[in-house]
């Protein structure tokens, strides 16, 4: 699984890129404007030196990106004070959901499944797709169920039926256990 996911008419403005978040600044480290940075994204070429980004909705150059103790510190353009940088205090690090590469089929960006209506083999609804948690062997879909405990569903082909991005629905086979009694 992977991090990401308009009309325009005659009078209306050109609709603006979606941004897909790949990180969020935690604090200032040291006094020359750099930060640490937790990454959201799989793709460690995100938060490079040189990288063009979005940082508070603007867009930035990463000045340098180094990661001494497991995790990214960052310096960015136009911020190469602490000062600066403590004004970047939990923002977010942002890129053009245009610039993610096409995916294999079978392969979904986590934002374009969130929000899907999950169903039944048998039309049944069960619920809305809230969250794909990331394990060792498979992801795991949380649906919320209205008036229920969330459902767990792992993400494998024999539950995995159909997943139709442009009706916004994922069909599942309910298989023995998977739902409570």
């Known amino acids: 699984m992977s991090q990401r996911p308009t009309d325009s008419n005659q009078t209306a403005p050109a609709a603006t890129p979606r941004r897909i978040a790949v990180g969020r600044i935690n604090q200032t ?21 040189g990288a063009e980004l979005y940082v508070a909705g603007k867009p930035t150059r990463v000045l340098e990106s180094v990661s001494p103790q497991g995790y990214p510190i960052m310096q960015f353009a136009g911020h190469t004070t602490r000062e600066a940088a403590e004004r970047l205090r939990d923002e977010l690090i942002e890129i053009d959901e245009d610039t993610l590469p096409e995916l294999p089929a079978d392969q979904y960006y986590v934002d374009d499944l969130q929000g899907l209506t999950v169903v039944s083999s048998t039309g049944d609804e069960i619920g809305e797709l809230v969250e794909v948690l990331t394990t060792g062997a498979n992801d795991v879909y949380v649906v919320r169920r209205p008036g229920e405990k969330d459902l767990l569903v792992p993400a494998i082909p024999d539950i995995l039926l159909n997943v139709d991005l442009q009706a916004r629905r994922m069909t599942i086979q309910i298989i023995p256990g998977l739902l409570p009694d």
Not at 31 to 36: D, N, S, T
Request: glycine residues 10%.
């Open 29 to 49: 480290w040291g006094l020359k404007g750099h930060v640490k940075v937790t990454p959201f994204t799989s793709n460690p070429e995100r938060l490079v030196t």
